[in-house]
């Protein structure tokens, strides 16, 4: 299984750019979530989805818009790039994430943004 | 509002020692906590988690430990290796029904041999 995979790795966009970044997961998980990590940080929840059709706003959701079409694919939109939202991008999949239910996230390994 | 943080920022072991890495938390209703392991250029990678309902918890060549008491988790590494350089991050899920993980900023391994 090739787990949760990110493209693309690397990006630059100039200020006021739009694009897309593509998570996908083989692992059938319900669970989806989108990360962004500054330097010398944690992660930051900026979305996440509970299965198709279900999105929701985390910790940091401002400027970024998320869709859930498929069970395995999540990807998370920037529509005017700003220089704040430079960054390393995370998605990550679980198989479920309530109580009683809860299970690691598995975590691909990131697209590194930057914003110019 | 709740939070997890790190004792230390860097720690720096010998290669063979065993490494302790701390974590303390704030949400005293927390049920579930993960360590994963963060290497340069990759995503976090899970090591081993603990529900509340245990204070140990053993997997290959580390151990967790959950002080409810004092709202501290610790990540043992036994006989480290090289291998384990890294940044290790505590994780607590918040106690919604989500699945909602709070991170906290890691701690730098380094292992010299």
């Known amino acids: 299984n090739a787990g949760v995979t990110q493209t693309p790795k690397f990006r630059i966009l100039k200020i006021g750019q739009s694009m897309t970044l593509q998570c996908t997961q083989d692992?059938?998980?319900?669970?989806m979530y989108w990360y962004r990590q500054d330097p010398g940080m944690g992660l930051k929840l900026i979305y996440y989805?509970?299965?198709?059709?279900?999105?929701d706003k985390g910790e940091v959701p401002n400027g970024y818009n998320v869709s859930r079409s498929t069970t395995e694919d999540f990807p998370l939109r920037l529509e005017l790039a700003a220089p704040s939202q430079t960054s390393v991008y995370f998605c990550?999949?679980?198989?479920?994430?309530?109580?009683?239910?809860?299970?690691?996230?598995?975590f691909g390994d990131g697209t590194r943004l930057s914003i110019l | 509002g709740e939070s997890v943080g790190l004792h230390l920022p860097t720690l720096s072991v010998q290669e063979g020692d065993n490494s302790i890495i701390n974590c303390a938390y704030s949400?005293?209703?927390?049920?579930?906590f993960i360590w994963y392991k963060q290497g340069s250029g990759k995503g976090p990678q899970f090591i081993i988690d603990?529900?509340?309902?245990?204070d140990k918890r053993q997997g290959q060549r580390v151990t967790v430990l959950l002080n409810k008491t004092v709202k501290h988790l610790s990540l043992q590494i036994a006989a480290t290796q090289p291998g384990d350089s890294a940044v290790y991050f505590c994780?607590?899920?918040?106690?919604?029904?989500?699945?909602?993980?709070?991170f906290g900023k890691g701690t730098k391994l380094s292992v010299k041999p």
């Open positions: 990550a999949s679980s198989y479920s994430g309530g109580l009683g239910g809860n299970q690691p996230q598995h």
């Open positions: 692992m059938n998980h319900n669970y």
């Open positions: 989805s509970v299965g198709a059709g279900i999105t």
């Open positions: 949400n005293s209703a927390s049920d579930y």
């Open positions: 603990i529900r509340s309902n245990m």
């Open positions: 994780a607590e899920w918040d106690g919604g029904s989500q699945g909602n993980l709070i």
